[in-house]
């Protein structure tokens, strides 16, 4: 009877636990999504990147939802027997807390396999394709960036463009637009019965060479203006910063974090070890969280649980801050929160089923009936 009371529990537990995860990885996807095509919409990023891009951010969300699925999984899941009263059918049966400590433990012990995957292999490959990807954002050149017929935003909003064709190679442009903020303070407008783009390969620096056009030059405010004419004018583009980081401790694989000594490095190694424990500790702590009577119902206690679980990742993600900045020793690192998990995990079931479920197999059928 054990182990089909485990694998009864078990395939609850599992169920709630990827509708669940799958539920917030799609909403979490969709906010990234969104916030990924209004780039491209812009023109800061090419549509044929978008998908690459919201599937190497779908990695580091699958790494801090898994745990928290499988902690509203246990949560709901055995909240759904306690509704139905089959808890009490299960104490009933003789059955006692480890029936349900043993499949929120296997469940946890899943989780960390899953997530140990992520974090050692898949994450750092997918941060390192990420800091790939931002490096050819940032090498596109302008002309590539450009629509015909559209305002276009360049170089975090210190050029606006607007062209009206372009040619098939996108190097030339029709009745072109720019309008820039100058060092002083003051803004120019060029226009262009068309113009030419060009980069200088030896130093990297982008121009827009006008050809039959008019530069004005005014301070905001101001009804004083400065209108120039040229047979052929060329702007220098602002230099855009490199995305690429090559001591970006993410992308590290374990070993070579083992290596690294410094601050950030052993931060990231804390952090990839402390998600696969978090998943057991959040399974234990949902076991004596989810008790609650039949008329309270399966979903009584989330507000609780969340309550509970956004200080505990809140303070995992300041701690790993603490230490990466060396404000915090690597000795203490992100166990004290753990601890601190655990020790509110003990004391729930110490509250809720007494001393007696230690020794005492009735106490414990009593208490989870």
Known sequence: MRNHLDRYVFREISQTWLAVTIVLLVIMIANVLARTLSKVT???????????????KSVN????????GLYLGVL???????RDSEMAAIAACGA?????????????????VLIGV?????????????????DQIASRSVAGLLNAGRFVELLDGSAVVFTESL?????????IFVHRELADGSFEVETASYAVYQHDELTGDEFIVFVDGAS???QPGSTQYRTTTFSQHGIKLPERESSSSAGKVGSYSMSRLWQTSTPAASAELQWRISIPLAAVLLAILAVPLSHTSPRQGRYSRIALAILIYVPYANLLVLSRKWIAAGSLSPVI??????????????????????LSWLSNQYGARRAIA
């Open 96 to 112: 006692g807390l480890k029936a349900l400590y043993r499949p929120a433990i296997v469940a946890g012990l899943i989780g960390v």
């Open 76 to 82: 709901l899941g055995f909240g759904r027997l306690y």
């Open 216 to 218: 004005t030059v005014a």
């Open 118 to 134: 992520l974090t050692v292999w898949v994450s750092p490959w997918a941060a390192r394709y990420e800091r790939v990807l931002a």
């Open 167 to 175: 040619a098939e190679n996108k190097q030339q442009f029709q009745n």
């Open 61 to 68: 969300l699958l790494v801090t939802l898994i745990p928290l």
């Open 42 to 56: 812009d023109g800061s990023i090419a549509p044929e990147m978008l998908l690459a891009l919201v599937a190497v």
């Open 333 to 354: 690192g992100l166990w004290w929160v753990h601890l601190l998990l655990l020790a509110l995990a003990a004391f729930l079931a110490v509250r809720l089923y007494g």
